[in-house]
């Protein structure tokens, strides 16, 4: 996510809280309700999306390849067993590419992996009988069709993901520019209340604009409470070390601290009469990053 795509999402959120906290001032306002409406329904079509797009690509690739070490353990396991039976049973293997060391496997890629795989395991199958019950029984067909099958919707998955993309990409971009088009509508309904409302005009005018922001740093709310009996504790001191950034609890418990850098950090908390802790955190773009943090005494 670059800054102009979190700068947008960041003004989308707040236009919805803003919009949903203001409710009774446009009930009676038609034109306003329909615009809102077709706000939201389009915010849930670029979340939609936008969650596609977050898939893991590298976390889904990886179960993939780990179906497919697993596949080729198995299958190497149950060869190097089945081979012995069927030399002495005298079945003719010239003909077939039937791998002894799961290492094989593993370095083919995926359609000959499929293709030795299944030829394999139909040789297997074809000689069960025979096999049966001290090479290779159907207990172990049934297993190895597990893993093959695992291994095929793996694989079916990590390459469908791949295919959409682009076409994800596209239509995000798309919705985005709709979206844009159904604030621009908002902001024009609103100017109605201009005159009438200039706060809550005014207001909306602000929280529908896209601001710049920091891609790489945040900003952290943390909560700091007593462990006995969850009450607040005011004038505790919150120091992130990494960056040094400093902060006061006010009486609510509560410390707001601007532009903490992205990703895991450490933050002291101190007070008067409560034990020191040192916490890691992980800190998210564009999320809301709020913490609770209880103290002993």
Do not use: W
Request: hydrophobic share 40%; with cysteine; proline share 1%.
């Amino acid at each position: 996510m670059n800054n102009l795509q979190l700068a947008q999402e960041l003004m989308h959120t707040s236009l919805n809280n803003f919009i949903d906290s203001n409710a009774p001032i446009y009930a009676a306002d038609a034109a306003m309700q329909n615009a809102i409406t077709g706000f939201k329904n389009k915010l849930a079509e670029i979340k939609a999306c936008g969650d596609f797009l977050a898939t893991d690509k590298k976390a889904l690739t990886q179960k993939m390849l780990d179906a497919k070490l697993e596949l080729a353990s198995t299958i190497s396991t149950q060869c190097k067993i089945a081979i012995i039976g069927m030399k002495n049973a005298g079945v003719d293997l010239s003909s077939v590419q039937f791998e002894l060391h799961n290492s094989a496997y593993v370095k083919m890629p995926h359609a000959e992996f499929v293709h030795v795989v299944n030829q394999n395991r139909d040789l297997l199958s074809n000689n069960l009988a025979t096999l049966t019950p001290t090479y290779f029984t159907a207990q172990d067909l049934t297993q190895l069709d597990q893993f093959i099958a695992t291994y095929g919707t793996e694989l079916a998955n990590s390459k469908a993901l791949i295919k959409a993309m682009p076409a994800k990409r596209a239509e995000y971009r798309r919705l985005i520019d709709e979206v844009r088009d159904i604030i621009d509508n908002i902001r024009v309904i609103a100017k109605r209340y201009k005159t009438t409302n200039t706060t809550f005009y005014e207001q909306l005018l602000d929280v529908s604009t896209v601001k710049q922001v920091n891609v790489h740093h945040t900003s952290v709310q943390l909560t700091i409470k007593r462990s006995t009996d969850g009450a607040a504790i005011a004038n505790a001191a919150v120091t992130f070390n990494n960056s040094k950034k400093q902060g006061q609890t006010d009486e609510t418990g509560k410390v707001t601290i601007n532009e903490i850098r992205n990703g895991k950090v450490t933050v002291t908390v101190q007070a008067a009469g409560f034990q020191t802790l040192v916490k890691e955190v992980h800190i998210e773009q564009g999320k809301e990053n709020v913490f609770e943090v209880t103290l002993a005494a």
